[in-house]
Nanobody, 121 residues
Framework: QVSLVESGGGLVQPGGSLRLSCEVS????????MGWYRQAPGIQRELVAT???????NYPDSVKGRFTISRDNAKNTVYLQMNTLNIEDTAVYYC???????????????WGQGTQVTVSS
């Protein structure tokens, strides 16, 4: 049975950092690309980071230079290091696994419960 469990969210002040983790089970983790999405109320879900099986990473301009995605295939875990957080980063963060079709990341549709990140003074 496939499972994704996100953790590491919380309340942080602007300018602070958080490290999210997502432990995955039930798949051949090393064979899949991984992605982090975020969903804020009233705002379209946004893909904020992807990492390929080979370790190639991609980020949108909104988080580039502040967020870093990494993976540990031995632990079936993907991470999202978030630095210099601002209020606009407040959202529920979800990890996914999927594949790339050309340059487009396509998640499989299996989602975890998410982890809440709140940036506030």
């Amino acid at each position: 049975q496939v499972s994704l469990v996100e953790s590491g969210g919380g309340l942080v002040q602007p300018g602070g950092s958080l490290r999210l983790s997502c432990e995955v089970s039930g798949i051949i983790f090393s064979a899949f690309s991984m992605g982090w999405y975020r969903q804020a109320p009233g705002i379209q879900r946004e893909l904020v980071a992807t990492i390929s099986p080979a370790g190639t990473t991609n980020y949108p301009d909104s988080v580039k230079g502040r967020f870093t995605i990494s993976r540990d295939n031995a632990k079936n875990t993907v991470y999202l290091q978030m630095n210099t957080l601002n209020i606009e980063d407040t959202a529920v963060y979800y990890c996914t696994f999927g594949t790339f079709s050309g340059a487009t990341y396509r998640p499989t549709g299996k989602w975890g419960q998410g982890t809440q990140v709140t940036v506030s003074s």
